[in-house]
């Protein structure tokens, strides 16, 4: 018993020392700092837990259980309340949209799956940082979809021009948020700058849009009704599509099919 009683601490001891260098690691990574040595004490309890419920969660997913796995991510020492809290944001202005649905054939063929990143069709992943960008965002990833499929440019288009210059579309600030139809109702009508010349800054400024180093212009866009089989549709044979989800799954997803029981 005394033999196991030491084994025992020696395990839990490892797990601590454990735990200890991915919070040391994690701060690192992600520039985490904290007003006071109780605040710090706080999250490195959260992010313990966190590690829990990842190490919960991709036990199901290695025996086949789950469709996507999780990680450590820069919102580890985040409560799942907190996450949901950060999530939340309000549009200002009823946006003024034109779109028509998308009408696809019945018989349409679509393919069993496709992946559009081995097609060159998205671009490097972005951080929005702690913005309310994400609508921003979701319209460039389909912008520079459609120009890689159509046009065979690969360019990062700005999110911040559209943070900085489509309010009077209905979009919002960092706090107030947006939506990506009106997005493309901007670009539709001035076109979008590169984010190159045009980078983010995670928050939103003066419009410094600039017509002469326009690099896409759209004709319009098109809504996809609400169903799945649409969606299938759209996304097998157009390209990357612009979405909007309940993210609240998100706070720790590392890679992987994300479905069922926590997506809408």
Same mark, same amino acid.
């Given at each position: 018993?005394?033999?196991?009683?030491?084994? #025992?601490?020696?395990?839990? @001891?490892?797990?601590? &020392?454990?735990?200890?260098?991915?919070?040391?690691?994690?701060?690192?990574?992600? =520039?985490?700092?904290?007003?006071? !040595?109780?605040?710090?004490?706080?999250?490195?309890? +959260?992010?313990?837990?966190?590690?829990?419920? +990842?190490? /919960?969660?991709? #036990?199901?997913?290695?025996?086949? /259980?789950?469709?996507?796995?999780?990680?450590?991510?820069?919102?580890?020492? !985040?409560?799942?309340?907190?996450?949901?809290?950060?999530?939340?944001?309000?549009?200002?202005?009823?946006?003024?949209?034109?779109?028509?649905?998308?009408?696809?054939?019945?018989? *349409? /063929?679509?393919?069993?799956?496709?992946?559009?990143?081995?097609?060159? #069709?998205?671009?490097?992943?972005?951080?929005?940082?702690?913005?309310?960008?994400?609508?921003?965002?979701?319209?460039?990833?389909? !912008? /520079? =979809?459609?120009? #890689?499929? *159509?046009?065979?440019?690969? +360019?990062?288009?700005?999110?911040?021009? !559209?943070?900085?210059?489509? %309010? &009077?579309?209905?979009? %919002?600030?960092?706090?107030?948020? =947006?939506?990506?139809?009106?997005?493309?109702?901007?670009?539709?009508?001035?076109?979008?700058? @590169?984010?190159?010349?045009?980078?983010?800054?995670?928050?939103?400024?003066?419009?410094?849009?600039?017509?002469?180093?326009?690099?896409?212009?759209?004709? =319009?866009?098109?809504?996809?009704?609400?169903?799945?089989?649409?969606?299938?549709?759209?996304?097998?044979?157009?390209?990357? +599509?612009?979405?909007?989800?309940?993210?609240?799954? *998100?706070?720790?997803?590392?890679?992987?099919?994300?479905?069922?029981?926590?997506?809408?």
């Amino acid at each position: 018993m005394k033999f196991l009683a030491i084994f #025992a601490t020696v395990l839990f @001891a490892a797990a601590a &020392s454990t735990n200890e260098d991915q919070w040391i690691a994690f701060k690192q990574t992600h =520039g985490k700092t904290y007003k006071s !040595l109780l605040e710090e004490r706080t999250r490195f309890g +959260i992010f313990q837990s966190n590690l829990m419920k +990842i190490k /919960e969660h991709n #036990a199901r997913y290695d025996k086949g /259980e789950e469709t996507y796995f999780l990680g450590v991510t820069r919102f580890a020492d !985040l409560t799942h309340g907190e996450f949901k809290d950060f999530l939340r944001r309000r549009i200002k202005n009823k946006p003024r949209l034109h779109a028509t649905p998308t009408v696809f054939p019945e018989d *349409l /063929e679509v393919p069993d799956s496709i992946d559009w990143t081995e097609k060159g #069709a998205v671009l490097d992943i972005k951080d929005q940082e702690d913005c309310g960008s994400c609508w921003a965002f979701s319209a460039t990833g389909a !912008l /520079e =979809g459609q120009n #890689a499929v *159509l046009n065979n440019v690969r +360019i990062p288009l700005s999110e911040q021009q !559209l943070l900085d210059c489509s %309010g &009077s579309y209905g979009n %919002g600030d960092c706090d107030e948020g =947006g939506i990506m139809s009106a997005a493309f109702e901007y670009v539709r009508d001035y076109g979008i700058e @590169a984010e190159e010349s045009y980078p983010y800054k995670s928050i939103e400024t003066v419009c410094q849009y600039d017509a002469s180093k326009t690099i896409l212009k759209i004709k =319009g866009y098109k809504n996809v009704t609400a169903s799945e089989e649409e969606l299938r549709k759209a996304v097998g044979t157009i390209g990357p +599509i612009s979405i909007a989800m309940n993210a609240d799954p *998100l706070q720790l997803y590392f890679g992987g099919i994300l479905s069922g029981r926590g997506c809408t």
